[in-house]
């Protein structure tokens, strides 16, 4: 762990504004949460699609919705930080720093918002209200999950450990 520090260390004193511990702008977490909601909505949708294509019954199309938020969401930092050059063990480690929390407060917010739809778990893929319900539970965790990444990134944990990766 002693490396991840001091490389996250000195990449703060480089000219990556909003990055150093204690710095963070709202741009910078917006960014995050942005790349956050991106493999969460990848995730989640597929597994809502496939759930309800299924016919399966609310429960197993939610866990497999969330179950693949994670896998896509890791999926694209593993994807950055290897392509960056960082072997894959030290790579599995970032992602899980980077993303773990982000991923499961958007999660919690976005699902807590589709079970208070009311119907929207009962929706099908060709009504408005299964598009419409998505599309609001994204916004709302968005807006809930952007300062929880401003706060981790301001003391070095979460999303900023991937930024040393940025090119």
């Not at 991840?4 to 909003?18: I, K, M, Q, V």
């Not at 894959?88 to 807590?112: F, K, P, Q, W, Y």
């Amino acid at each position: 762990m002693e490396h991840g520090t001091s490389a996250r260390d000195s990449h703060a004193h480089h000219s990556h504004e909003g990055h150093a511990p204690g710095a963070t702008t709202w741009g910078t977490a917006t960014k995050a949460t942005l790349h956050c909601l991106t493999g969460c909505a990848i995730g989640e949708i597929l597994g809502m699609v496939i759930g309800t294509a299924l016919a399966w019954h609310n429960v197993p199309t939610m866990i497999l919705a969330i179950v693949l938020a994670f896998i896509f969401g890791y999926s694209l930092t593993l994807y950055a930080v290897t392509k960056a050059g960082l072997p894959l063990r030290a790579a599995i480690g970032v992602a899980l720093a980077a993303d773990t929390v982000s991923i499961a407060v958007m999660e919690l917010v976005d699902n807590g918002v589709i079970l208070l739809v009311p119907g929207a778990m009962d929706a099908h893929l060709a009504d408005a209200l299964f598009w419409w319900a998505l599309a609001l539970a994204f916004v709302i965790a968005f807006l809930a999950t952007t300062p929880v990444n401003k706060w981790m990134i301001g003391r070095g944990k979460g999303h900023a450990v991937v930024h040393q990766y940025h090119h």
